[in-house]
C-alpha cells in the first residue's frame, strides 16, 4: 500500500513509523527542510521537503496512485487543503486532521460527502470522549466502544479489593454475559485463558454488551463508586471538550483549572455548568485548595505531558480518586505506571487508530490500540471469507486472534468456543499483533 | 473638515448636531401642524396657538435637516451623541411647551415645560386638575408627545446607538449592549424605517382594538399613543378608570405591555430568527415579573380583606402592575390606597421597567436581571477567589465591561434617586411624596404615592420642584449616562476628542 503522510511532528512520525512497520511504502512531506533532514534517519520512509497543499507538488510525490493520504500537520487548513487535492488528484482514501470543531463539528458527513475526505480526525477532542466514557463507567480507567455502540470494551484496575486476584479467571462468577480476553502487565499486552490468575496491579480487559459492561466492571474492580466531583487540569484542546461531555452527564460536578488567565476566561465562555478557576500552579497547596482530595477523578490534560504527570501524581498523592493523565509524547509513557497513575490518554494513539482502521481496508470499522502494540478491532465477515461456517475457536487458532464478541443482527453475543461465524456478523476482536496479517485473509473475502 | 474650529468652550461639532436636533424638530412642528388642523376642525380657539409655533419651528427645523444632508457619512463621535440627543429632546419639550402656554393651559413656563417634557419622555405625570375641560387639540397634542418620544427613544437606542461606532456604544449604552446594540439591519436609516413599520402597525391595531372594545375613535387615537409608547397620559381626568370597561383594561394591559417589549424582538421574531435567545429571555423575565407581581399584589389585596371579590381583586392588581412595571401610568384603581405592602411593592416595581430598547423607562428588565446575577456572582466570589466567572443570560455571554457597567448604573441610578429625594423634601415634601415623586420621574412612570399619587396631579409640587422632576425625567429617559456626562467638567473641556 502507497501511504503519503503530511507533516511529520509527532502524530506524522508516529504514523509513519506504524505502517512501514507494516511494511507499507511511506512517504513523508513536511514544509521544514531541517526537520526533514533529521526526521530521515530515524524512518524506514522516503522524506521530502516541500508543501503538502500544492497540488503540483502533490502530484510530483505520486498523490495520483497513493492508497492512502494522512494529512496530520499543526495546520486545520493545510491539511483540509492537502486531502481536497489529493482527492481530486485520485487518491484512494484521505484522512485530514482538523482539530477546530468550527469547521466540521461532531457532523463529519459534509466533509465526507461534499468533500470527499473519508476521515476528519480530531484527535483532542476524541481523547476528550474517551477519557470521558472512562470516568462515566465507574470502576474502568479506559472503555471503548464497538459496533455503533452496542459492544463496550473496558479497562480496569485490579486492586485488593477485586475478587479476581489470584483465583483462575474461568472461576469468576459471570454477573452478566462477559468476557476477560487479556490483560497488560508491565506495558504489555497478553491474551488469557482460563486457567490464568491475575495479580494485583494488571489491567483486566473485558468485553461485554453496552448495557451490561457497568455491573461487569464494577465487579472486576471490586467496588466502584459513581464519580461525583471531575477536576480538569488544563483548559486546553482537550480539557474544554472534556468539560462539555461531562457537564451534560447527569450530577456530576465539575472543575477546570486554567493557568492563563485570559484562556480561562474564554473557557468560562464555553461552558455552562463548570467551575473555572484561574490556578497558576500546580503545587500540592494549589490542588489541596480546590478540593482535590475529594475529588472523584482527575483528569490532567495541559498541554505539557511534565504537568500532567506531577499534577496526577499530586492528586494520587493527595488522595483523588481516578488519575488520568494525558501524555502525548511517547517516551513519557512508561512513567504513568510508575507512578500510579491510572492510566495515560493519547492523542496521538487516537489519530493513530483513526488511520490504521482506513489502512485496514473497508472490513475493519473500529480500532482500539493497546500498550506494546495489541489492538482490540471491530471487523465485519464477508460472505464467503474463510472464517464463514467455523467455530470460535478455530478462527481463533487459525488467526492468532480471540473473537471477543459478535454482534448479529443487532443482538450482541459472548460467543462460546463452540459457536459458528456467520457471514455479515460483526466481531470484536482482540489480536496481539502476529495476528494482523491473518486478520485480513480471514475474514476478507476478497483475499 | 469634521472638526470644530473653536478653541473655546466645548469641542462640539455643530455641522452634526444641529441636523439631529433639526430632525427631532421636524417631528416635533409635524405634530404641532397637525395639532393645528385639529383646532381649525373643533373651532375651539386653539388653532393659533398650534400654527404659530408649527409656522416658526417647521421652516428652520427643514433648514436645519438640510444642512446636515451632505454630511450623511461623517462618523458621530460619543461627545456629539450625548449632547445631540440630549438637546433633541430638550428643545422637543421647549417647543411643546409652547402650545400650552400661548393656549394658557399654564401661565408659569415651568409648568408648560413639565407637561411637555412628561410627554417627550413618555412619563405621564401631568399638573393639570382638569383634563377634561382642555380643548380636543390640546389633549392630543399631549397624547403625540408620547407617540413622538415613545418611537424617539426606541430609533434612538435600537437604530443610532448601535451604529455609532464602539466608543459610543460603550459609554452610552455599555450596559444594555449585547442585547440592544445588535444591528437589526446594516444601514441605520434601514432600521429606523423598520422600526418606524413596526410602531405603526402596532398603532394601527391598537387603534382598532380600543374603537372595537367600546371607545370612541378620538378616545382610541389618543390611548394608543400614549399605551404603546408606554406615556400614561389620557383624555379622562379619571384615565382608564373612566370607562369602566375590563375590554378597554385587557387592550390597554396588551399594548402597555407590546410598548415594554424590545423593538429589535418583533424584528427576530418575524423574521423567524433562531436567535433572539436574549431578547427572548428578557421579555419572558419581564411576563414573568408581571404574572408573579400581579399574583402576590391580588394575594395583599384579598388578604386586606376591604370588601373587593377575587375578579375585582385581580382585575385591579393586573392593571396597576402593568401600568406601573411598564412605566405607563393609566389609573383605574387609586392605588395609593392600598396596604402599605402594596403600594411600596408597587413602588420598588416601579424601578424594574420594561425590556431594553422599548418605549418604557426604568432600569430595564434584562439589567435587573445581569445585576441580579452580577451581584450572586460577588457573593459566590468569596466562597471561590480563583473562579472565573461569566455573565450570561440563557448562554448569551456579556463582557466584563457590561458587568461594571450594570453596576456603574445601578449605583448612579440610586445616586440620583437619594440626591433627588433629599431635594424633593428641601422643597417641602413630606418622606412618601419626595421619594415617589422621584421614583415616578425618573423611571418615566407618571403617578407616585401621597401627594402625586394616582388620583392627584403634581400641582402639590413647588415650582423648583417641578424644574427638578422635569430633569429627572429626562436623565431617566436617557439612562442617566447620557445626560450625566454632559455634567463632567471633561466634556467642557475644549480640544479633547
Given at each position: 500500500m502507497r501511504v503519503i503522510v503530511i507533516g511529520c511532528g509527532e502524530v506524522g512520525q508516529h504514523i509513519a513509523r506504524t505502517l512501514s512497520a507494516e511494511r507499507h511504502d511511506v512517504t513523508v512531506i513536511d514544509v521544514d527542510a531541517a526537520r526533514v533532514e533529521a526526521i530521515q534517519g530515524e524512518l524506514d520512509a522516503l522524506v521530502v521537503a516541500g508543501n503538502g497543499a500544492s497540488p503540483k507538488f502533490l502530484r510530483e510525490q505520486g498523490a495520483a496512485g497513493a492508497d492512502l493520504l494522512c494529512a496530520v500537520t499543526h495546520s486545520d487548513e493545510v491539511n483540509v487543503i492537502a486531502a481536497l487535492a489529493a482527492h481530486q488528484l485520485g487518491a484512494r482514501r484521505t484522512v485530514a486532521r482538523v482539530r477546530d470543531s468550527e469547521y466540521f463539528g461532531e457532523d463529519e458527513s459534509f466533509a465526507r460527502d461534499e468533500l470527499g475526505i473519508d476521515f476528519v480526525i480530531n484527535p483532542e477532542r476524541a481523547t476528550a470522549e474517551d477519557l470521558a466514557e472512562a470516568i462515566l463507567l465507574p470502576g474502568a480507567v479506559h472503555v471503548e466502544y464497538f459496533a455503533d455502540g452496542k459492544v463496550a470494551v473496558a479497562e480496569s484496575i485490579l486492586t485488593e479489593r477485586s475478587p479476581l486476584v489470584r483465583q483462575p479467571l474461568g472461576t469468576r462468577r459471570i454477573v452478566r454475559p462477559s468476557v476477560i480476553f487479556g490483560l497488560i502487565r508491565d506495558d504489555r499486552a497478553i491474551a488469557t485463558d482460563p486457567g490464568h490468575r491475575p495479580k494485583i496491579g494488571d489491567h483486566v480487559l473485558v468485553a461485554a454488551a453496552r448495557e451490561d459492561i457497568a455491573p461487569v466492571v464494577a465487579h472486576i474492580a471490586g467496588r466502584a463508586e459513581r464519580v461525583r466531583d471531575v477536576i480538569v487540569f488544563g483548559g486546553g484542546r482537550i480539557g474544554v471538550p472534556l468539560a462539555r461531555f461531562l457537564e451534560s452527564a447527569r450530577g456530576l460536578r465539575v472543575t477546570i483549572m486554567e493557568r492563563d488567565a485570559d484562556r480561562a476566561r474564554r473557557i468560562a465562555e464555553q461552558v455552562s455548568d463548570t467551575t473555572v478557576l484561574h490556578e497558576e500552579g500546580v503545587s500540592k497547596d494549589a490542588l489541596l485548595a480546590h478540593g482535590v482530595d475529594r475529588a472523584g477523578a482527575f483528569v490532567a490534560c495541559a498541554g505539557d505531558d511534565r504537568a500532567n504527570l506531577l499534577a496526577a501524581l499530586h492528586a494520587k498523592q493527595l488522595g483523588a480518586g481516578l488519575c488520568l493523565s494525558v501524555v502525548s509524547r511517547e517516551e513519557f509513557t512508561p512513567l504513568v505506571d510508575a507512578l500510579g497513575i491510572d492510566a495515560a490518554f493519547s492523542p496521538r494513539l487516537v489519530t493513530a487508530e483513526a488511520i490504521l482502521r482506513a489502512v485496514r481496508g473497508p472490513n475493519v470499522h473500529g480500532m482500539y490500540l493497546l500498550s506494546g502494540g495489541a489492538e482490540v478491532v471491530e471487523v465485519q465477515a464477508d460472505a464467503g471469507c474463510e472464517a464463514e461456517g467455523r467455530t470460535v475457536a478455530q478462527t481463533n487458532t487459525q488467526a492468532l486472534?480471540?473473537?471477543?464478541a459478535i454482534v448479529r443482527n443487532g443482538k450482541v453475543v459472548i460467543p462460546k468456543d463452540d459457536e459458528r461465524l456467520r457471514a455479515n456478523d460483526r466481531l470484536v476482536v482482540f489480536n496481539t499483533r502476529q495476528g494482523v496479517a491473518a486478520l485480513a485473509k480471514t475474514f476478507d473475502a476478497a483475499a | 473638515m469634521s472638526r470644530a474650529r473653536g478653541r473655546l468652550g466645548p469641542n462640539l461639532n455643530w455641522q452634526i448636531i444641529v441636523p439631529v436636533v433639526s430632525g427631532a424638530l421636524l417631528a416635533v412642528g409635524a405634530g404641532l401642524a397637525l395639532c393645528f388642523l385639529v383646532a381649525l376642525v373643533g373651532g375651539d380657539g386653539a388653532a393659533l396657538a398650534f400654527g404659530g409655533p408649527a409656522a416658526v419651528v417647521l421652516p428652520l427645523a427643514a433648514v436645519g435637516v438640510a444642512s446636515g444632508r451632505r454630511l450623511r457619512s461623517m462618523p458621530l463621535r460619543a461627545r456629539d451623541g450625548f449632547f445631540a440627543v440630549t438637546m433633541a429632546w430638550v428643545a422637543a419639550a421647549a417647543v411643546g411647551a409652547l402650545p400650552f402656554l400661548l393656549h394658557e393651559t399654564y401661565g408659569e413656563p415651568v409648568d408648560a415645560f413639565f407637561e411637555s417634557m412628561s410627554g417627550f419622555s413618555t412619563t405621564g405625570a401631568t399638573l393639570l386638575d382638569d383634563i377634561e375641560a382642555q380643548p380636543d387639540a390640546v389633549l392630543l397634542w399631549r397624547s403625540l408627545t408620547q407617540w413622538l418620544g415613545g418611537v424617539g427613544i426606541v430609533v434612538l437606542v435600537v437604530a443610532i446607538a448601535p451604529a455609532t461606532g464602539l466608543a459610543t456604544q460603550r459609554v452610552f449604552y455599555a450596559e444594555t449592549s449585547g442585547v440592544t446594540a445588535e444591528r437589526m439591519t446594516p444601514r441605520i436609516a434601514d432600521t429606523a424605517k423598520i422600526i418606524w413599520a413596526i410602531y405603526l402597525t402596532l398603532t394601527a391595531l391598537g387603534f382598532t382594538a380600543f374603537w372595537l372594545a367600546g371607545m370612541t375613535p378620538w378616545d382610541a387615537i389618543n390611548h394608543i399613543f400614549t399605551s404603546l409608547a408606554t406615556g400614561g397620559f389620557s383624555t379622562r381626568n379619571a384615565s382608564i378608570g373612566a370607562f369602566d370597561s375590563l375590554a378597554i383594561e385587557l387592550v390597554a394591559i396588551t399594548f402597555m405591555v407590546a410598548g415594554a417589549i424590545n423593538f429589535s424582538f418583533y424584528w427576530s421574531a418575524l423574521r423567524g430568527r433562531q436567535r433572539l435567545w436574549p431578547q427572548a429571555a428578557e421579555v419572558r423575565a419581564l411576563l414573568l415579573i408581571l404574572l408573579a407581581a400581579g399574583a402576590v399584589v391580588t394575594g395583599s389585596l384579598l388578604l386586606a380583606d376591604?370588601?373587593?371579590g377575587v375578579a375585582e381583586s385581580m382585575r385591579a392588581s393586573a392593571f396597576s402592575v402593568v401600568t406601573v412595571v411598564t412605566g405607563t401610568g393609566y389609573t383605574t384603581a387609586d392605588f395609593d390606597e392600598w396596604p402599605n405592602f402594596t403600594r411600596l411593592l408597587l413602588l420598588a416595581l416601579m424601578f424594574v421597567g420594561g425590556c431594553a430598547g422599548s418605549t418604557s423607562g426604568g432600569m430595564k428588565v434584562i439589567r435587573v436581571m445581569l445585576l441580579g446575577k452580577a451581584a450572586a456572582q460577588e457573593v459566590q466570589r468569596q466562597l471561590q477567589p480563583k473562579a472565573v466567572q461569566v455573565l450570561r443570560v440563557r448562554g448569551r455571554v456579556f463582557s466584563e465591561e457590561v458587568r461594571r457597567g450594570v453596576f456603574a448604573f445601578f449605583a448612579l441610578y440610586l445616586t440620583v434617586f437619594v440626591v433627588g429625594t433629599l431635594v424633593m423634601a428641601a422643597f417641602g415634601l413630606g418622606p412618601l411624596t419626595a421619594a415617589s415623586s422621584v421614583v415616578a420621574t425618573l423611571n418615566v412612570i407618571g403617578p407616585g404615592l401621597?401627594?402625586?399619587?394616582?388620583?392627584?396631579?403634581?400641582?402639590?409640587?413647588p415650582d423648583g420642584g417641578r424644574w427638578v422632576l422635569s430633569a429627572l425625567m429626562l436623565i431617566g429617559r436617557l439612562e442617566i449616562f447620557t445626560v450625566l456626562v454632559l455634567l463632567t467638567p471633561a466634556f467642557w473641556r475644549p480640544n479633547i476628542a
Open positions: 486472534t480471540h473473537v471477543t | 376591604e370588601g373587593r401621597g401627594d402625586v399619587g394616582a388620583s392627584e396631579s403634581y400641582a402639590a409640587v
